[in-house]
T-cell receptor, first 114, second 108 residues
Framework: EAQVTQNPRYLITVTGKKLTVTCSQN?????MSWYRQDPGLGLRQIYY???????DKGDVPEGYKVSRKEKRNFPLILESPSPNQTSLYFC?????????????FGPGTRLLVL | KNEVEQSPQNLTAQEGEFITINCSYS?????LHWLQQHPGGGIVSLFM?????KKHGRLIATINIQEKHSSLHITASHPRDSAVYIC??????????WGAGTKLIIKP
């Protein structure tokens, strides 16, 4: 089954404790992206990747890191989480990019930073 | 002023009604997306449009590039259509700009 998986689905952590949210797709997609969704602000792009070893900042990259060492995986890293990073995070992928086709979304990761 | 405006913000209708959700944008675009977010939070892409009209089952999406406007229609609406519907446009800098969403509730 074609899908985008994220882990964990729910996470409670404390300020400053490094964490990684994994994202994996099994569709051999080139393009992958991370979004955060906050009430009243809608979806905002954090980082995206057009291919292996190619990553670019989105609208709200501060406080986040990503890597794309393999085509299928695109982990989101919070080196020193802060309470303002409490949010709902979505990973998405598509074969080329949202300018030419729709994206597949992961189920979301709810993060609470205390 | 937001670059992508959706209307209405909230819509409650009876089962079977014809639903229209609107999206207006103020920037030049290369594509427009409609997505559905279920009450549980999951997001599904419905359509990507660059011109004309697309249909999938009971869902129809249209776009008028000259008027910078798109509509999402749902025919014979059903309670399972209850969700937040989000419009997003790809601007000339290849950035996705997201609308705030329209919350749709279909009552049985």
């Amino acid at each position: 089954e074609a899908q985008v998986t994220q882990n964990p689905r729910y996470l409670i952590t404390v300020t400053g404790k490094k964490l990684t949210v994994t994202c994996s797709q099994n569709m051999n997609h080139e393009y992958m992206s991370w979004y955060r969704q906050d009430p009243g602000l809608g979806l905002r792009q954090i980082y995206y990747s057009m291919n292996v070893e190619v990553t670019d900042k989105g609208d709200v990259p501060e406080g986040y890191k990503v890597s794309r060492k393999e085509k299928r995986n695109f982990p989101l890293i919070l080196e020193s989480p802060s309470p303002n990073q409490t949010s709902l995070y979505f990973c998405a992928s598509s074969l080329w990019g949202p300018e030419v086709e729709t994206q597949y979304f992961g189920p979301g990761t709810r993060l609470l930073v205390l | 002023k937001n670059e992508v405006e959706q209307s209405p913000q909230n819509l409650t209708a009876q089962e079977g009604e014809f639903i229209t959700i609107n999206c207006s944008y103020s920037v030049g675009i290369s594509a427009l997306h409609w997505l559905q977010q279920h009450p549980g939070g999951g997001i599904v892409s419905l359509f990507m449009l660059s011109s004309g009209k697309k249909k999938h089952g009971r869902l129809i999406a249209t776009i008028n590039i000259q008027e910078k406007h798109s509509s999402l229609h749902i025919t014979a609406s059903h309670p399972r259509d209850s969700a937040v519907y989000i419009c997003a446009v790809m601007d000339s800098n290849y950035q996705l700009i997201w609308g705030a969403g329209t919350k749709l509730i279909i009552k049985p």
